[in-house]
T-cell receptor
Framework: DTGVSQNPRHKITKRGQNVTFRCDPI?????LYWYRQTLGQGPEFLTY????????KSRLLSDRFSAERPKGSFSTLEIQRTEQGDSAMYLC?????????????FGPGTRLTVL | GNSVTQMEGPVTLSEEAFLTINCTYT??????LFWYVQYPGEGLQLLLK?????DKGSNKGFEATYRKETTSFHLEKGSVQVSDSAVYFC?????????????FGAGTRLFVKA
């Protein structure tokens, strides 16, 4: 069990650029979640996948954000036309089918800085 | 809506001191309650959990009791160590709406001095 991995760990970009983050969940975890954590705050829920289906999206996820999990394994989170307010830590979590959905295993996060 | 409020930090203690971090919640139903810990440079880790009133979650010497009457879930440890220095997050999820969305407090940073 290697844990949830996220890449890259750090990303610095200029305002207006597009960025994409990847999350690899723990093997055979069918549920996957994205959260955003700004400095000094707790994580905020963004979206939830069960297998390849995106079942819930927060209103925090504006039109510039899109998340996919095409084969029910890894997931990507893309932000288009980044803004300085997008600077945050983006956390991914996964959960196995044999546990409750609220039992979530978190990755180390991708820290995004928008200049 | 559902929310979590926890005491502001930082909290600074000497080794072997008693720790309390207060957490209260607002929820329309009967949420599950959690404490997560985030060590420097690492991801969030579940520390303990309680799913119904009067349940006590415990792990690594930490305890928290689900108090429905006071809507609280305070974290306690009888004797802290330097290695407990981290950020602690209180959180809830509502199993009646699927349980997949965890709502976190703002976090409380703990410093333990040797």
């Amino acid at each position: 069990d290697t844990g949830v991995s996220q890449n890259p760990r750090h990303k610095i970009t200029k305002r207006g650029q597009n960025v994409t983050f990847r999350c690899d969940p723990i093997s055979e975890h069918n549920r996957l979640y994205w959260y955003r954590q700004t400095l000094g705050q707790g994580p905020e829920f963004l979206t939830y996948f069960q297998n390849e289906a995106q079942l819930e999206k927060s209103r925090l996820l504006s039109d510039r954000f899109s998340a996919e999990r095409p084969k029910g394994s890894f997931s990507t989170l893309e932000i288009q036309r980044t803004e300085q307010g997008d600077s945050a830590m983006y956390l991914c979590a996964s959960s196995p089918r044999y546990e409750q959905p609220d039992t979530q295993y978190f990755g180390p996060g991708t820290r995004l800085t928008v200049l | 809506g559902n929310s979590v409020t926890q005491m502001e930090g930082p909290v600074t203690l000497s080794e072997e001191a008693f720790l309390t971090i207060n957490c209260t919640y607002t929820a329309t139903g009967y949420p599950s309650l959690f404490w997560y810990v985030q060590y420097p440079g690492e991801g969030l880790q579940l520390l303990l959990k309680a799913t119904k009133a009067d349940d006590k979650g415990s792990n690594k010497g930490f305890e928290a009791t689900y108090r429905k009457e006071t809507t609280s879930f305070h974290l306690e440890k009888g004797s802290v160590q330097v290695s407990d220095s981290a950020v602690y997050f209180c959180a809830l999820s509502d199993p009646h709406t699927g349980g997949f969305k965890t709502i976190f407090g703002a976090g409380t940073r703990l410093f333990v001095k040797a």
